[in-house]
């Protein structure tokens, strides 16, 4: 007779735990020097995968928290390593030889099919959540469209430095950040050849809407508050009511309103003044040796060319952002103190302040490809529908909300999909789990 499994323990809300997140796990590098470029969970978030600046790929076992498999790819490098839908496949872009993206499988290290076509540095991977398509960006100024079952790109657009990508959670429209011209692209992946059917700007808020962030930029060295032209990730939330630029300014990231593009708010990675701070040293950020080399960019400083997919990303509740702190900890924001964003205000003066408007460029009411439905807990930003034009709304200052403790630099950072479970990476790979005695 076989015994009967144990009952499950109920899942465990994010708002309850959030605070109480600890590093439980650390795998050290095959090679001293190597350092995490991306890293990706499978649709069951059972595995991960880690893309190494050593030519290596590490998998890991998120249900047992241990290593499983290193793969190597020796003569072509490996980045930006992405799971397709079956755990058993990963697709990652070349690093040396060529710019020929490659479908792997983790069982045997065999490979599946070549994607040839980029001249130059492959700087993101986007697979659709309801296809086997997928979408490349590259310095060469092209992003395709691709399927996995055929070598050959199915579109392709010319643009200026389209270097990141990301889908929304229906698999119908996707985002491409221009970090160029500070901008963002929304277009429906059934009408991708023509134009986008919504663009956002986002370089107001990056330099002359911010004057308080400029102000803590210039202290801190920098030239603005996200150091225009840096940016190094975009995601939507789950709810797909908002967007993620993650930046690698060592000041923050923005939050953007996906629908009327209204920036919504920049999580600072400096904590909020107390009442008793000098407003001169109220935003000034730390110095991050974290920081990774983003796309188009060069070195800063020496060191920090190494690769990166960004330091930050959403919870799967959508709620909150979770990102490196610099050299130490990670941080949480929380996006409900965002004016709009809950039917009760903030519970902190400090945690979230107004600090400029910014209007952006949007659809039309009946233009082609448009996302339907609109953002429920946003009464301040949805579109109108007399003129087309976004709502002016507050860009809000938000602080972080935890900060999570930890002796490893978080330079690459991703949340599991289905379980409560995070990774940090720099050189070092982290997994995070709930304290369950806190």
Not at 28 to 49: I, M, N, R, W, Y
Not at 238 to 245: R, S, V
Request: glycine content about 6%; proline content about 8%.
């Amino acid at each position: 007779m076989v015994p009967p499994h144990p009952p499950r323990e109920p899942t465990a809300r994010l708002p309850d735990i959030i605070n109480t997140y600890r590093p439980t796990k650390l795998f050290k590098p095959a090679k001293p020097e190597a350092h995490v470029t991306s890293l990706d969970f499978d649709d069951q978030g059972e595995l991960l995968v880690a893309a190494c600046n050593d030519e290596t790929l590490q998998l890991y076992n998120c249900r047992d928290g241990s290593h499983s498999k290193m793969l190597f790819s020796k003569k072509y490098g490996a980045h930006l390593a992405r799971f397709t839908h079956q755990s058993s496949s990963v697709l990652y872009a070349s690093t040396k030889v060529d710019d020929t993206i490659r479908y792997l499988s983790t069982h045997d290290n065999q490979y599946i099919r070549y994607f040839p076509g980029h001249t130059a540095a492959v700087t993101c991977l986007a697979l659709s959540p309801g296809s086997d398509e997928f979408i490349s960006c590259s310095l060469d100024n092209t992003l395709r469209v691709w399927a996995l079952n055929t070598p050959n790109a199915v579109g392709k657009l010319y643009m200026h430095t389209p270097y990141l990508t990301a889908f929304d959670p229906s698999a119908t429209v996707f985002a491409v950040a221009s970090p160029g011209t500070s901008s963002v692209m929304m277009y429906d992946i059934r009408n991708y050849d023509k134009a986008p059917f919504a663009t956002f700007d986002v370089l107001e808020a990056e330099t002359t809407q911010n004057p308080r962030l400029m102000a803590a930029a210039a202290r801190a060295g920098l030239s603005g508050p996200s150091n225009p032209g840096r940016w190094m990730s975009v995601e939507f939330s789950n709810d797909g009511k908002l967007l993620l630029i993650g930046t690698a300014s060592g000041t923050g990231h923005y939050v953007l309103d996906a629908f009327s593009g209204a920036v919504r708010a920049f999580c600072a990675l400096k904590k909020a003044p107390s009442s008793s701070s000098s407003s001169s040293t109220e935003s000034t950020a730390p110095h991050d040796r974290s920081l990774r080399l983003a796309p188009g960019n060069l070195p800063l400083a020496a060191g920090s060319a190494v690769r990166g997919q960004g330091n930050v990303c959403f919870t799967p509740d959508a709620r909150y952002v979770v990102g490196g702190a610099g050299d130490q900890n990670m941080l949480v924001w929380d996006t409900r103190q965002m004016p709009g964003r809950c039917d009760s205000p903030p519970t902190s003066a400090d945690a979230a302040q107004p600090t400029s408007s910014l209007a952006a460029t949007n659809p039309k009411p009946g233009d082609g490809g448009a996302r339907e439905g609109k953002d429920d807990d946003n009464t301040n930003n949805n579109i109108n529908s007399g003129s087309g034009e976004a709502s002016p709304s507050p860009t809000t200052l938000l602080y972080p909300q935890h900060e999570l403790e930890s002796k490893n630099t978080a330079a690459v950072v991703a949340f599991n999909p289905r379980f409560n479970h995070a990774v940090s990476a720099d050189q070092d790979v982290v997994f995070w789990v709930p304290d369950r005695s806190a």
